[in-house]
C-alpha cells in the first residue's frame, strides 16, 4: 500500500488501520465483528472495519431521529450552506479521496476523480436547490379560498449503496436529503467500508465547525442484515437503495410491506444500437469506454452492441482493433485503461458468463482471461471479452458485472433495433448512434427505447448530475440525482385557506344545519 501514495491519502482522510465503522457524526463505536477491506489493485489489506450490531444500530435511530426533529426546521437555504461547505471540503480532499476509491474499489484514478467531481457538482446543485424546493399554487374553485402546496422535510433517509460507485451514490442522495431537511443513515457496500469511513469522517467535520447536531449524517456497516435494520424500520420513511435486481425485489418488498417508500436503482443490461448512419470513429469510443471503463462495473456499462448488418463488418472490426490497445493492469498507474474486477468472486462470474455464452452459442471475437504474474498477483484482473451472440440468450439477458461486450446484428429498419434494445427486464441506460433524424427522433419516441436513459450520439454510460438518473422495468424506477428527483426526499402537503366568514363546501354540496 506504500505506492502511489496511498498511505498518504489515507491519513489525510482520517482512516486507521481499524476503523470503528458506526457512527453519528463524529462520533465513532462499535464492537461489531471486522469486515476486512482488500485492495482489489493488489491484493493487499488496506484497513479493518467494524460491523454495526442492532444495539449500535438503535442508538444510531435514536439520535438520527433527534437531530431530524432539528434539522427539519432550520431554513433550507441554511442547510444549502452545509452542503456548499461539504462539496468546499471535497474539493480540498478530491485527490485523496479519488485515490481511495481508486484503490479500494479498483476503477482507475482517473474515474476515481470523476466520481468525486461528481460529488461536488451534486452538493453545487443542491445549494442552488435550497432556495427553489417549490411547490405550485393553485385557484380554489370556492370564493375568498386559496390553494397551495409545500413540501415539507421526510425524516430519517436510510441509503445503500454499492461497491461500483462507493461515493458519489451517498452523495447523489445526501445532498438533496441534506437540503431537503432530511437526516441519512448510510451502509455502503462492505466491499468498500473504507470509503465511508473517509466520506464521513468529510462530512462530520462540516457538522461539527457548525455545530449541528450531528446525527444529520450517520454511518452503519455490515453485509445485508445490518441493511434489513432499515428496511424493517418504520423510522425510516424512505430507503434508497443501490445494487443488484435481486438485491432490489427484497428491499422493496420489505419497505413495501410497511407501506415506506423505496428509490430503487439496481441493475442495467444498456446497449447502443449502431445504424447505418453512424459515425464510427464516435462509435468506437463511445463503446469501448462503456464496455470496459469501470471494468465493466457501472450500472451504466455497455452490454450490448445492436449493429446493423450492412456495416456489422466494419463497426465489428474498428472495435476488436481498439481492444488492441487495451492496458490493463494498475489503476493507480495512468497508462492503464482497465483496472480489476472488485474481487475473485467477481472474476469467477465474469468466467462462468464466457462459458455459458460460449455454451449457448456465442462466438467468442475477442478471448477473455484472468490475468497472471507480476502486477496481477490480486487474481482480479480479466481482459475485456467480445463476443458474437443472440439477444434471447440467456447469457445475454443478464447483468454480468463484468466487461464482456456483445455483439448482436439488426436487418432492416431501426424499429427492429429498438426491439432488440427494450427486449431485457432491465431499464436503465441505452443509446443511438447515428446521424439521421428520423432514426434518432423513432428511438426517443413513444415508441423508442424504454429505458430511463436514452442518449443519441453518445454512449450509455457517464450521465451527467443534472439529469433524472434512474431506471424502468426490474432497474426500479426510483430517479435520483437532478431534474425534480428532490421531491421523493419530501413529503408533500395540499393546504386550502379559507379567509372569508363563511363555511362553503367543495363540489357545491349544501350542507345546512
Ligand atoms: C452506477 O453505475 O451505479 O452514468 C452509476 C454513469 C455514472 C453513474 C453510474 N454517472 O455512468
Not at 266 to 278: E, H, M, Q, S
Not at 300 to 309: G, N
Not at 359 to 380: P, W
Request: glycine fraction near 12%; charge should be negative.
Amino acid at each position: 500500500a506504500a505506492s502511489f501514495g496511498i498511505n498518504k491519502a489515507l491519513e489525510q482522510l482520517g482512516v486507521k488501520e481499524t476503523n470503528l465503522g458506526t457512527s453519528i457524526g463524529s462520533e465513532f463505536f462499535g464492537t461489531g465483528e471486522t469486515i476486512a477491506s482488500y485492495s482489489p489493485v493488489d491484493g493487499v489489506l488496506i484497513a479493518k472495519v467494524t460491523s454495526t450490531t442492532p444495539e449500535d444500530y438503535e442508538k444510531v435511530m435514536t439520535t438520527a431521529t433527534k437531530a431530524f426533529m432539528e434539522w427539519r426546521t432550520v431554513p433550507a437555504p441554511q442547510r444549502g450552506e452545509i452542503v456548499r461547505q461539504f462539496g468546499e471540503k471535497l474539493r480540498e480532499l478530491k485527490e485523496p479521496l479519488g485515490k481511495l476509491v481508486s484503490y479500494e474499489m479498483g476503477k482507475s484514478y482517473q474515474e476515481g476523480l470523476g466520481e468525486v467531481q461528481e460529488m461536488i457538482d451534486i452538493c453545487d446543485f443542491a445549494v442552488g436547490l435550497s432556495r427553489q424546493l417549490h411547490g405550485l399554487t393553485m385557484h380554489s374553485e370556492r370564493p375568498g379560498h386559496r390553494m397551495y402546496e409545500q413540501y415539507h422535510p421526510l425524516g430519517v433517509v436510510g441509503i445503500i449503496s454499492a461497491f461500483n460507485f462507493p461515493v458519489a451514490v451517498w452523495a447523489w442522495n445526501t445532498a438533496l436529503a441534506w437540503v431537503c431537511g432530511d437526516v441519512c443513515v448510510w451502509k455502503p457496500s462492505e466491499k468498500t467500508p473504507l470509503c465511508g469511513i473517509a466520506c464521513q469522517n468529510i462530512i462530520a467535520e462540516v457538522l461539527k465547525n457548525n455545530k449541528l447536531p450531528e446525527g444529520i449524517s450517520c454511518l452503519i456497516n455490515g453485509d445485508y442484515k445490518v441493511g434489513e435494520l432499515m428496511t424493517n424500520d418504520k423510522r425510516i420513511p424512505l430507503v434508497s437503495a443501490t445494487g443488484s435486481i435481486r438485491m432490489g425485489k427484497i428491499v422493496a418488498q420489505k419497505v413495501a410491506a410497511r407501506l415506506g417508500k423505496s428509490l430503487l436503482e439496481l441493475g442495467g443490461n444498456n446497449a447502443i444500437i449502431v445504424t447505418p448512419d453512424a459515425d464510427i470513429k464516435m462509435t468506437v469510443i463511445g463503446a469501448v469506454f462503456g464496455a470496459v471503463g469501470t471494468a465493466g462495473q457501472r450500472c451504466t456499462s455497455t452490454r450490448r452492441l445492436i449493429i446493423h448488418e450492412s456495416i456489422y463488418d466494419q463497426v465489428k472490426n474498428a472495435i476488436v482493433d481498439a481492444y488492441k490497445q487495451l492496458k490493463i493492469g494498475n489503476p493507480l498507474d495512468q497508462n492503464n485503461h482497465v483496472g480489476p474486477l472488485i474481487d475473485t468472486d467477481a472474476v469467477e462470474m465474469y468466467e462462468k458468463a464466457l462459458q455459458k455464452a460460449q455454451k449457448e452459442g456465442g462466438n467468442i471475437l475477442v478471448a477473455g482471461g484472468v490475468l497472471k504474474g507480476e502486477g496481477y498477483e490480486s487474481g482480479c484482473y480479466v481482459k475485456p471479452a467480445i463476443v458474437e451472440a443472440e439477444n434471447s440468450f440467456e447469457i445475454v439477458q443478464e447483468e454480468t458485472f463484468a466487461p464482456i461486450l456483445y455483439l448482436l446484428k439488426y436487418t432492416g429498419g431501426v424499429e427492429n433495433a429498438i426491439a432488440q434494445q427494450n427486449g431485457v427486464v432491465q431499464g436503465l441506460s441505452s443509446a443511438i448512434m447515428t446521424n439521421n433524424l428520423r432514426e434518432a427522433e423513432r428511438f426517443l419516441s413513444a415508441a423508442g427505447s424504454d429505458c430511463g436513459i436514452a442518449n443519441v450520439n453518445i454512449g450509455t454510460s457517464g450521465a451527467e448530475i443534472g439529469g433524472a438518473f434512474g431506471g424502468e422495468k426490474e432497474t426500479g424506477g426510483g430517479r435520483e440525482s437532478g431534474s425534480d428527483a428532490w421531491k421523493i426526499y419530501m413529503r408533500r402537503q395540499t393546504n386550502t385557506i379559507n379567509y372569508t366568514t363563511e363555511l362553503p363546501l367543495a363540489q357545491g354540496i349544501k350542507f345546512d344545519l
